[in-house]
C-alpha cells in the first residue's frame, strides 16, 4: 500500500496571543501542554498584557466523551471473549461466531450513537449541539463500513445471497422513507400527502414490495370503482407479487432463480412496450424502475440520497444474481453516473469503493487516516484477523498489523485516568509487544491513592512483572515513610522484597520503641510470618515482639532463652543491646531463677563487649558514662542484677546436683 501523505489538522487554541507571545509545549502521554511563555515577540504591541495560559491538547479528544467511555467498556468484554473462544475450530465453525460478534460490536455501536443523538437533541448550546451532530455522523458512518466488511469479508456471501444481504445494509443505514411513510400514514389522506408517491417508490427502491403494495392498495382503494387506474394498480401489484426473490438456504438454484427472473422480467417489459402505464406516470415510472432503466432510476436521487442505495436498486433490477468480484465495476460505474461533475468523492466513498474491491487492508489503511481515534480499526481488524483474511499480513517494522492497530488503540487509552484499565486486556493479547507496551505505560500511571496502587500491583504480579512491582512497592513505602506511616511503609517493603528498604523501616520502628516504650502496628508485626527472613533486622524485630509476647502471656522461661539468642546470634545490633539487657532486669529479680548460671555467664559477657569489649564502643560508653547518670545507673543496676541471679543459680542448680 502506498503512503498517503496528507496535511495535519490544525488544532486551534481558544485564549492564546501568538501575535504577541511565543508559545511553548511539552510532549505528554497522548497530550499536548501548550503554555505562554515570558518572550515577547519583535514585533508585538506594546503595551499587552499576557495573561498566563496552560492548555492540553488531547491526543485522542473523544475518550473524554461520556457516551464513547460506554462504547469503550462495552466492547472491551466483546473482544475479550473472542480471544478467549477456541481456536481449534475450522473456518466453517468459526464463521457464525465471527457474525455474531460482529453483529455484538455494531450493537454497541448503533447504542453509543443513539445516546450520543440523544445529547445532540437535549442539549441548548450551539457548539456542543454541533459537536455531538458530528460524533453522529462520524458513529453513523462507522457502522455503515462495518456492516459492509460484515456482508463482504466476514459472512463473505456468494452470489444469490449477496445482493440479500446488501439490501439489509441499505434498508438499515437509509431510513429516511420509513420516516416519511410514518408522516404519510400519519395525515389524514395519506394518498393526497405530497411525500405519498416518494415513499411507494421508496420501497420499490428498496426491495420492499409487500409495504410497496400494501401502499398501493390505499390508492386502488380510493380509485373509483371499475376505472382504470384501479385495474392499472391490480396490474402492478400483480408484477410486484410475482417478482422472484432468491432465498438463501433454499432448495432453489440459481440457474432456476434466473431462469424465472428473466420471465418475470419479460412480462414487466411487454407491460411497458404495450403502453398499459401510460396514461398514469406514476406508475409508469416504477413499472420502468422494475426493469431496472437507469435513466428512471436516476430521476430518484433525492430518494436514493447515495450513490451505494443507487448500486444496490440497479443491481436489483439488472443482476441479481452479482457475485463478489463484480461489485467493484458496478460500485465504480454507479459513482461516476450518481455524482457526475457535481462533486467528488469523499473519504467516505473511498472506504466503500474499497470495500467493494475487496481489498481489506485498503479499507483498515483509509478508515485509519480517516477516522479520529483507533477503535474502529483496531476491533475490525482484530475481528477480521480471526476470521483469517488479515492473518498472513505482516507489517515491515516487527509485527503484525492487527498487533499494531491494538497497540496503538490501548496506547491511546492509558492516557485517560479510569480507561487504561481496559488497555491492560487488549496488552495482553498483543503476544509480541503487549507485554513491553504495559511495562512501559503501566510505570507512567499517577500512583495518587493506596488502592489504585494495589489495583496496578495486582496487574503486574499477574503478568510476573518483576521489576514494575518493585518499583510500585519502592514509590509506595517511600510515600509512607514521608507520611510517618511505618506499617504500611514496611508492608510495601515486604511486597517489594526490598530488604534494606526493611531494615530502614525495621529501625525506625525500634526507635519508636526506644523512645515510647511501646510498638506501633502490632497486627503487622505480629503476623510477619516468613517475611521477617528478608532481612536480619527484620527478623529481630519480629522475635522481638515475640519475646513482649511471651512475657506479656509469662512465659518467663521461653522469653528469657528468646532474649538470649536474640544477643548471642548477633542479630540484635550491638546499639540494641542496653535495651536488650534492660528487659531482662525484670527476668533477673524475679523469685523463681529465670537465667541459670550459664546463661547469666552470657549475659555478663555480653554486658561486658558493649561497655569494655570494642574501644570504639568503650570510649563512646565511658562518655555516656560520665555524661548520663541514667545509663550509669543502669549498667550498675544490671551488674547487680546479674550478680544475684547468679549466685541463686548456683545455689539452685547445686542442690539439684546434691540431691
Known amino acids: 500500500m502506498d503512503d498517503i501523505d496528507d496535511e495535519p489538522l490544525e488544532t486551534t487554541v481558544p485564549g492564546v496571543d501568538s501575535k504577541n507571545r511565543h508559545m511553548g509545549f511539552c510532549f505528554c502521554l497522548g497530550e499536548l501542554l501548550v503554555f505562554e511563555t515570558s518572550f515577547k515577540r519583535r514585533d508585538a504591541v506594546r503595551g499587552v498584557k499576557g495573561s498566563p495560559l496552560l492548555h492540553f491538547v488531547h491526543k485522542d479528544d473523544e475518550i473524554y466523551s461520556p457516551v464513547l467511555r460506554k462504547l469503550f467498556n462495552e466492547s472491551r468484554s466483546i473482544f475479550v471473549a473472542l480471544q478467549n473462544s477456541s481456536e481449534e475450530g475450522t473456518v466453517k465453525t468459526k464463521r457464525p461466531q465471527c457474525v455474531q460478534v460482529s453483529r455484538q460490536y455494531r450493537s454497541v455501536l448503533r447504542a453509543a450513537m443513539e445516546d450520543m443523538n440523544q445529547l445532540a437533541v437535549s442539549t441548548r448550546d450551539p457548539n456542543l449541539k454541533n459537536r455531538y451532530g458530528s460524533q453522529v455522523s462520524v458513529l453513523s458512518a462507522m457502522e455503515l463500513i462495518w456492516n459492509l466488511c460484515e456482508v463482504l469479508f466476514i459472512e463473505s456471501a456468494t452470489a444469490g445471497s449477496l445482493l440479500h444481504h446488501l439490501l439489509d445494509w441499505v434498508r438499515l443505514h437509509v431510513c429516511e422513507v420509513d420516516t416519511k411513510a410514518s408522516a404519510v400514514l400519519n395525515s389524514e389522506s395519506p394518498t393526497e400527502h405530497q411525500d405519498y408517491w416518494h415513499v411507494v417508490t421508496g420501497y420499490v427502491l428498496q426491495g420492499r414490495m409487500d409495504d410497496a403494495r400494501q401502499m398501493l392498495a390505499m390508492f386502488a382503494r380510493e380509485s373509483i370503482p371499475g376505472s382504470g387506474t384501479r385495474n392499472l394498480c391490480k396490474t402492478l401489484d400483480s408484477l410486484m407479487k410475482k417478482m422472484p426473490i432468491f432465498v438463501p438456504g433454499s432448495n432453489q438454484t440459481l440457474t432456476e432463480f434466473e431462469l424465472k427472473w428473466q420471465h418475470w422480467r419479460e412480462e414487466c417489459d411487454r407491460y411497458l412496450q404495450d403502453g398499459t402505464f401510460a396514461s398514469n406516470p406514476k406508475l409508469e415510472m416504477i413499472c420502468k424502475i422494475l426493469l431496472g432503466d437507469e435513466d428512471s ?40 453516473i450518481f455524482l457526475g461533475r457535481e462533486s467528488a468523492a469523499e473519504s467516505l466513498d473511498n472506504i466503500l469503493m474499497a470495500a467493494f474491491e475487496l481489498d481489506v487492508h485498503q479499507v483498515i489503511k483509509d478508515c485509519s487516516i480517516a477516522l479520529s481515534n483507533w477503535w474502529f480499526v483496531a476491533h475490525l481488524t482484530d475481528l477480521l484477523y480471526h476470521c483469517k483474511p488479515l492473518q498472513s499480513h505482516n507489517l515491515n517494522f516487527g509485527t503484525n498489523m492487527r498487533e499494531f492497530l491494538l497497540l496503538e488503540y490501548a496506547s491511546g487509552l492509558f492516557s485517560h485516568h479510569s480507561l487504561w484499565q481496559l488497555a491492560v486486556d487488549y496488552f495482553d493479547y498483543c503476544h509480541e509487544f503487549g507485554k513491553v507496551y504495559l511495562e512501559r ?63 530502614l523501616i525495621s ?27 528478608l532481612s536480619d533486622r527484620l527478623t529481630f524485630l519480629g522475635k522481638y515482639r515475640e519475646f513482649h509476647r511471651m512475657y506479656g502471656e509469662k512465659k518467663f522461661s521461653d522469653a528469657a532463652r528468646l532474649l538470649l539468642q536474640l544477643m548471642t546470634a548477633k542479630i540484635a545490633p550491638q546499639s540494641f543491646w542496653m535495651t536488650l539487657l534492660t528487659d531482662a532486669l525484670p527476668l533477673l529479680e524475679q523469685k523463681k531463677v529465670i537465667f541459670s548460671a550459664g546463661q547469666t555467664y552470657e549475659l ?14 568503650r570510649n563512646e560508653h565511658h562518655n555516656i558514662e560520665q555524661e548520663d547518670d541514667v545509663e550509669t545507673t543502669k549498667v550498675e543496676m544490671l551488674r547487680l542484677a546479674l550478680a544475684r541471679n547468679l549466685a541463686k543459680a548456683i545455689v539452685q542448680e547445686g542442690t539439684l546436683d546434691g540431691s
Open 297 to 336: 432510476l436516476l430521476e430518484q436521487k433525492e430518494i436514493l440520497t447515495t450513490w451505494y442505495h443507487f448500486m444496490i436498486s440497479r443491481l436489483l433490477y439488472s443482476h441479481p444474481t452479482v457475485k463478489p468480484t463484480e461489485l467493484l465495476c458496478y460500485a465504480q460505474s454507479s459513482l461516476d
Open 441 to 503: 505505560h503501566i510505570e507512567r500511571v499517577p500512583l495518587d491513592t493506596e488502592h489504585k496502587a494495589l489495583k496496578v500491583l495486582r496487574i503486574c504480579e499477574k503478568r510476573q512483572m518483576t521489576m514494575q512491582v518493585q518499583s510500585i512497592c519502592k514509590i509506595m513505602a517511600m510515600k509512607a515513610v514521608r507520611n510517618k506511616r511505618l506499617g504500611s511503609a514496611l508492608s510495601w517493603s515486604i511486597r517489594a522484597k526490598d530488604a534494606a528498604f526493611a531494615t
Open 507 to 533: 529501625d525506625r520502628f525500634l526507635q519508636g520503641y526506644c523512645i515510647s516504650g511501646s510498638f506501633s502496628d502490632l497486627d503487622l508485626i505480629d503476623n510477619l510470618g516468613p517475611a521477617m527472613l
Open 604 to 617: 555478663m559477657r555480653c554486658l561486658e563487649d558493649l561497655t569494655l569489649g570494642n574501644p570504639e564502643q
